[in-house]
């Protein structure tokens, strides 16, 4: 086809031929357009990473100081419980008692505001353990405060014994009139979100929630304090087995007792 003449005077052939050759020799020329390099400082992954072992670092040296903590609360607990007991005064100032501290004093049993706590177990005998109040009043003593005490474990055949006959509670679990209890000061249960709830309108009650207890017993009219104190048991298992089968309570064994796992979560972490 020829090319018109205004045409062929400003675009000769020979000129749009090298014109096409210089463009495909220039294409040929260029090198392939570059893929795109992955760069590790730019993705989450690679900072999640490196995250992890900066975070199991802290929490090891936070296990380590929570170690080192409860190491020195078991110490002071240990130091508590070595101490020779105390007796305790008509008005007790909460301030004053530690956790673990041995005491010793006299009242009279409030059979009436008694409950189970539980269940619990004892070796391998399912029970509860037998809460009450110990009325410290007495002629010589007539302002002393009413104490919470729990008496220790008694197996399910005995509270249920005690449930169906109330009216024989003192004769079954306990002494009347003046008697002395040795014990120690209970240390604070901290419930967990999978601690379960109390049920007073029913009855059941789990765990030591003081304030409720307290009430539970008489609160002001009885005079009643938040101290609830562990009467200790040091038989051995035959006088224990005994107590049990013969429906009585059996005290805890006066030791610190503390879940403690923080060293082997450091060593986790």
Not at 127 to 138: D, E, F, I, V
């Amino acid at each position: 086809m020829r090319q018109p003449r205004l045409l062929s005077r400003l675009f000769p052939r020979n000129h749009c031929r090298g014109l096409q050759q210089h463009a495909v020799s220039n294409d040929l020329k260029s090198p392939p357009p570059k893929a795109k390099q992955w760069d590790p400082w730019k993705s989450p992954f690679t900072w999640v990473v490196a995250f992890i072992p900066i975070f199991t670092f802290g929490l090891g040296t936070w296990q380590v100081r929570r170690l080192s903590w409860k190491n020195d609360v078991v110490r002071q607990a240990e130091q508590e419980l070595e101490k020779e007991p105390i007796v305790l005064p008509d008005h007790i100032d909460l301030a004053s008692l530690s956790p673990y501290r041995q005491i010793v004093t006299q009242g009279s049993w409030l059979h009436v505001y008694s409950l189970f706590l539980g269940p619990r177990k004892y070796g391998s005998t399912n029970g509860y353990h037998l809460l009450t109040p110990l009325a410290r009043k007495s002629p010589t003593s007539p302002q002393a405060s009413t104490i919470l005490v729990n008496r220790g474990f008694v197996s399910d055949v005995t509270a249920l014994a005690v449930e169906m006959d109330a009216s024989r509670f003192s004769q079954r679990l306990g002494e009347d009139g003046i008697i002395e209890i040795r014990g120690m000061i209970s240390p604070p249960f901290v419930p967990s979100l999978f601690t379960p709830e109390n049920n007073p309108e029913k009855g059941e009650w789990i765990w030591t929630d003081i304030p409720a207890l307290v009430e539970r017993s008489g609160g002001q009219d009885e005079d009643v304090q938040g101290v609830l104190v562990d009467v200790t048991f040091e038989g051995g298992p035959g006088d224990a087995s005994a107590l049990i089968g013969g429906g009585k309570p059996v005290g805890r064994h006066p030791s610190v007792v503390f879940r403690n796992q923080h060293a082997s979560y450091a060593l986790t972490w």
